[in-house]
């Protein structure tokens, strides 16, 4: 998550090299790494199924005013601009377009920490909202409304994003209005260590995205996915989502993510406090330049915030795949990843969970994940039964590595057993009672 801080100029971009530094110079020592959480929701109304605008005396911003004074700082984009974000040490509550309420929480060594600190930021926001008539709801994907019928958030971005990602893939604006999700950011220690942990999770994703699949209804009816937020990925810009052919030919590398990123066309630049929109590709902009000028790295690092693979590096590994869910299921999601990827034994098991996929198979994989949930197959294999033995390699990993974090598994472990994606209470739940403001309180955080 970025406040979008005002733009610090820096040294002109004349070759690539400096790009592939940036990503060496996030490396850190393994005794140093941590992992945190971001937890995505959406507001509604107690009672109504309606979004919830940014104005008004029971909107967005008013949320935002109502918890500010439990010792956050606003942010602003100019002293004038609508608060849109809040800040409390390392850890930031800020807003996706729709007004999915976002807390990027703080780095932490144990998933019981990031897990606890998560916990925290929603008994305040529940009974922030509470006094002011609303309610968070844990779901992937709105189950009601159109994009047309979805407020937008007073960010300067955004409105720019609204114009130019349309223009690279038809569902952009149901990603940017109608999605939520839950994330994990990692470390990684050297070259080595970053390719086998971004290759891994890009490998295990599509169990990642059946496990936590909550999102089947779109516009009131199923979807034919259980988790249609993540098949709206599909189309929102292929040059820069979904999964790199290198993580699967064994040419991955820094320089593999730099090349990718730099052919992905730029969705802003930032001069004079006004957003640009040169339609170039980033590697177009170093060898043209812009207004007579090169690139910086202030525009790299807008530039990697606006990419969207389902692993993405920029300081940080980010894990993408989860739908919202429960607290208890997102606590889960740093407890997973911190077993599989922190723990070395673990982390070769889980290399060798799967069959060797190429490119192609793997996107017949992913989508089998999404459309079919733990339900689905990869061949022989039953992605229940897959899951649930990925589940159990982290555990074994944190028992390890740090058995109290262990218990928060049991929430994936009871998810993998039962052969049902969350997705399918959801439709249970909408075949009892279609009614979209019931449906709300039954996924209320």
């Keep these: 998550m970025s406040l979008d801080l005002k733009r610090v100029a820096s040294e002109p971009l004349t070759s690539v090299a400096p790009l592939v530094d940036g990503l060496r110079a996030a490396e850190k020592?393994?005794?140093?790494?941590?992992?945190?959480?971001?937890?995505?929701?959406?507001?509604?109304?107690?009672?109504?199924?309606q979004p919830v605008p940014y104005e008004g005396p029971n909107g967005v911003g008013a949320l935002l005013e109502t918890l500010a004074p439990g010792g956050y700082e606003p942010f602003r984009e100019t002293p004038q601009s609508p608060v849109i974000a809040l800040q409390k040490g390392m850890a930031a509550i800020s807003l996706e377009p729709g007004g999915q309420f976002e807390l990027s929480g703080s780095p932490f060594f144990t998933a019981r920490e990031a897990h606890e600190e998560n916990l925290a930021h929603l008994k305040e926001t529940k009974a922030a909202a509470a006094r002011l008539g609303l309610r968070l709801v844990g779901l992937g994907?709105?189950?009601?409304?159109?994009?047309?019928?979805?407020?937008?958030?007073?960010?300067?971005?955004?409105?720019?994003?609204?114009?130019?990602?349309?223009e690279r893939g038809r569902l952009a604006l149901n990603m940017m209005l109608m999605t939520s999700t839950g994330q994990v950011s990692l470390d990684w220690a050297d070259e080595a260590d970053c390719v086998k942990k971004t290759v891994t999770v890009a490998r295990l994703s599509?169990?990642?995205?059946a496990l936590y699949a909550n999102s089947p209804l779109v516009e009131g009816k199923p979807s034919g996915y259980m988790t249609f937020r993540s098949?709206?990925?599909?189309?929102?810009?292929?040059?820069?989502?979904?999964?790199?052919?290198?993580?699967?030919?064994?040419?991955?590398?820094?320089?593999?993510?730099?090349?990718?990123?730099?052919?992905?066309?730029?969705l802003f630049l930032r001069r004079n406090g006004e957003y640009r929109h040169p339609?170039?590709?980033?590697?177009?902009?170093?060898?043209?330049?812009?207004?007579?000028?090169?690139?910086d790295m202030g525009d790299w690092t807008d530039h990697l915030s606006t990419l969207f693979p389902e692993v993405r590096l920029k300081k940080v590994l980010e894990v993408r795949g989860a739908d919202c869910g429960s607290a208890a299921m997102t606590g889960a999601l740093g407890a997973l990843w911190r077993g599989l990827l922190y723990d070395a034994q673990a982390l070769e098991e889980a290399q060798l969970l799967l069959p060797r996929l190429n490119f192609t198979e793997h996107l017949s994989f992913h989508d089998t994940a999404r459309r079919e949930g733990l339900a689905g197959k990869l061949g022989a294999h039953e992605l229940h039964r897959l899951a649930g033995e990925m589940v159990s390699i982290a555990k074994r990993g944190l028992q390890r590595l740090d058995p109290q974090d262990a218990p928060l598994l049991a929430p994936l472990e009871e998810v993998a057993a039962s052969g049902r994606s969350p997705a399918q209470a959801v439709l249970d739940a909408w075949a009892k009672d279609p009614r979209p403001e019931v449906l709300m309180t039954r996924f209320e955080l």
């Design 231 to 266: 098949r709206v990925w599909e189309e929102v810009d292929p040059t820069r989502c979904g999964y790199l052919p290198s993580w699967f030919d064994g040419s991955f590398s820094y320089q593999a993510y730099v090349d990718w990123a730099l052919d992905a066309p730029l």
């Design 141 to 166: 994907y709105r189950p009601v409304g159109t994009t047309g019928e979805m407020p937008w958030m007073p960010k300067t971005r955004y409105q720019v994003m609204r114009r130019t990602l349309p």
């Design 29 to 49: 020592p393994r005794a140093e790494h941590r992992l945190g959480l971001e937890h995505e929701k959406f507001i509604y109304p107690v009672g109504s199924a």
């Design 206 to 209: 599509p169990l990642l995205v």
């Design 279 to 295: 339609k170039l590709t980033f590697r177009q902009l170093m060898k043209e330049g812009y207004e007579g000028k090169p690139p």
